[in-house]
């Protein structure tokens, strides 16, 4: 099986900057794509980032294009989410969240959908005070 962990949440106020990482554990893993998604009390999981492993090609939410950036670690198995200009609205429990390269490609487009990830992180808190 394989283990999403993530790390990095915290407090921080309107304009702020945080980092978090996500670290995929277990079996042996290659990763087609990992992505960001996020949840606010009330509301439904959305589509924060996404990047493909191999290349590096990454997407956004148009929310948070130009703030927020994702990157990778290939040889660590973790991804990463640098969020600058936090706004009082980004607050949410963040999620990563992996598809499997074994069950092959698929069109980019769907990255943004929770249903094409195979696995989950349990969530961090990310709280933007205004």
């Known amino acids: 099986q394989v283990q999403l962990v993530e790390s990095g949440g915290g407090l921080v106020q309107a304009g702020g900057s945080l980092s978090l990482s996500c670290a995929a554990s277990g079996r042996t893993f290659s990763p087609f794509a990992m992505g960001w998604f996020r949840q606010a009390p009330g509301k439904e999981r959305e589509f924060v980032a996404a990047?493909?492993?191999?290349?590096?090609?990454?997407y956004y939410a148009d929310s948070v294009r130009g703030r927020f950036t994702i990157s990778r670690d290939n040889a660590k198995n973790t991804v990463y989410l640098r969020m600058n200009s936090l706004k009082p609205e980004d607050t949410a429990v963040y999620y990563c969240?992996?598809?499997?390269?074994?069950?092959?490609?698929?069109?980019?487009?769907?990255?943004?959908?929770?249903?094409?990830?195979?696995?989950w992180g349990q969530g961090t808190q990310v709280t933007v005070s205004s």
């Open positions: 969240a992996a598809r499997d390269s074994l069950r092959g490609s698929l069109w980019v487009g769907v990255l943004s959908s929770p249903s094409t990830y195979d696995y």
């Open positions: 990047i493909r492993w191999s290349g590096g090609s990454t």
